[in-house]
């Protein structure tokens, strides 16, 4: 199993971004897929998730923000951050985890089962 992110960079504030993530060795619909992100000195966290039907899950910091969409044909993940602000700049790592976790709090990240290598997103 593979995940691989793009599209990061760095952007001003009030800018856009569109994350991806290819992934191989599986299907999206064996696992509910997200983003989560990493700040300097700070925990990983989750951003926003979706699982096998569609449905979505945000963290309250990037509501009305961000938005989580899949290519289930393609095998690919997207993340596009709208709005963004100094406090989104870390490094964002797409993630692939059980469906119990979908729809409500982000799993730790000890219980992630697959990590892509991460995209470094740079809000100024």
């Known amino acids: 199993v593979q995940l691989v992110e793009s599209g990061g960079g760095s952007v001003q504030a009030g800018g856009s971004l569109r994350l991806s993530c290819a992934a191989s060795?599986?299907?999206?619909?064996?696992?509910?897929m997200g983003w989560f992100r990493q700040a300097p000195g700070k925990e990983r966290e989750g951003v926003a998730a979706?699982?096998?039907?569609?449905?979505?899950s945000y963290a309250d910091s990037v509501k009305g923000r961000f938005t989580i969409s899949k290519d289930s044909a393609k095998n690919i993940l997207y993340l596009q951050m709208n709005s963004l602000k100094s406090e989104d700049t870390g490094m964002y790592y797409c993630?692939?985890?059980?469906?119990?976790?979908?729809?409500?709090?982000?799993?730790?990240?000890?219980?992630?089962?697959?990590w892509g290598q991460g995209t470094q997103v740079t809000v100024s």
């Open positions: 979706i699982d096998s039907d569609g449905s979505t």
């Open positions: 993630a692939a985890f059980r469906h119990v976790w979908c729809g409500g709090p982000f799993p730790p990240a000890s219980l992630v089962d697959y």
């Open positions: 060795g599986y299907t999206y619909s064996s696992y509910c």
